[in-house]
């Protein structure tokens, strides 16, 4: 089954910036995947905070747009998550979900363990 694991949190000041990174492995060939980035603030729901479609396609919430951007590696096996302008109310645990899906192949989502992203005022 498809593995995932990110990296890349950590503590800073706000304004400050991070990267996220999330990386997959064990996809189907013939399957199109999906990755995206969630997340949750201890008490609350997970929420969206950005995706990027098999053809590259990105998007985002609009608590993050104009703040962070969403990337792949070449053989988009690797996402990426740059937060620039950190807020407090970024304070989250950041989680990378991998969306599988196509012609004969299962509908699956795969979760990361998650990487803590900590916003100090």
């Known amino acids: 089954q498809v593995q995932v694991v990110e990296s890349g949190g950590g503590s800073v000041q706000a304004g400050g910036s991070l990267r996220l990174s999330c990386v997959a492995s064990?996809?189907?060939?013939?399957?199109?995947?999906?990755m995206m980035w969630y997340r949750q603030a201890p008490g609350k729901g997970r929420e969206f905070v950005s995706d990027i479609e098999s053809n590259g396609r990105p998007s985002y919430a609009d608590s993050v747009t104009g703040r962070f951007s969403i990337s792949q590696n070449n053989i988009k096996n690797t996402v990426y998550l740059q937060m620039n302008s950190l807020k407090p109310e970024d304070t989250a645990m950041y989680y990378c979900k991998i969306q599988q899906r196509g012609w004969l192949c299962r509908a699956e989502d795969y979760w990361g363990q998650g990487t803590q992203v900590t916003v100090s005022s």
């Open positions: 064990g996809f189907i060939s013939r399957c199109n995947y999906d």
